[in-house]
């Protein structure tokens, strides 16, 4: 990805807020639903973040949950099920029952498994030259050399470090790398600058490799 591909690795701090278990009615906020899809179930917990935060509830997969705000890192979502409000980690929500259908196992064209679905990912282009990847000689961050047609670089909170994923019209692609964004967003390696250039930014849904 052009002029971001100085790595950065380490761990993001996450901004930890204090809430008490309150009641909250619907006309207090504007809210806006999402479905759990975590196949063994969310842990909500009391503040946004997974040190010294206490898990007050876990909710199953497909809970009905109304979003009443994001903490400053924009991964925590504040949530109220109806019975109790808490912090739960933003990537394990989907917009609409009907994504929950896709967590299930999905193949491809081939009949081989492409794995259980991630969601919508933002997709974007870089190669191993200077202008992409800085001062790093074409290294990655996990795994040696950049392998064009190989390696990706993701957000490792997302896709864990060496992780293949299955990206439609890209085909199975192994998480080397990392980068100067978060969230839903993966960088494909490819051969040159001009093709990073022209490939540009596309929206593919992406699976975890089994």
Not at 165 to 183: M, T
Request: aromatic share 10%; hydrophobic share 30%.
């Amino acid at each position: 990805m052009k002029n971001l591909r100085k790595v950065i690795c380490g761990v993001m701090a996450v901004v930890s807020i204090a809430t008490g278990i309150v009641g909250v009615s619907a006309d207090e906020t504007k809210w806006e639903t999402h479905y759990v899809s975590a196949q063994s179930g969310l842990n909500c917990r009391i503040k946004s973040s997974t040190e010294d935060s206490e898990v007050i509830k876990v909710f199953p997969r497909g809970t009905e949950l109304q979003v009443i705000g994001v903490d400053e890192t924009g991964k925590w979502y504040e949530v109220w099920d109806g019975e109790t409000q808490g912090y739960c980690y933003g990537t394990y929500f989907v917009d609409n029952k009907e994504d929950l259908d896709k967590q299930e196992v999905t193949s491809d064209s081939n009949g081989k498994t492409k794995g259980k679905y991630l969601g919508r990912f933002k997709i974007t282009h870089y190669c191993p030259c200077y202008t992409c990847n800085g001062s790093n000689s074409g290294r990655t961050a996990w795994a040696g050399q950049i392998i064009p047609g190989q390696t990706i670089a993701v957000d490792p909170s997302v896709i864990g470090k060496l992780q293949w994923v299955y990206i439609d019209g890209y085909g199975y692609r192994r998480a080397e790398d990392c980068g100067a964004f978060g969230g839903n967003h993966i960088d494909v390696a490819v051969p040159t600058h001009s093709m990073a250039l022209d490939m540009g930014v596309v929206y593919k849904d992406v699976y975890l490799a089994e």
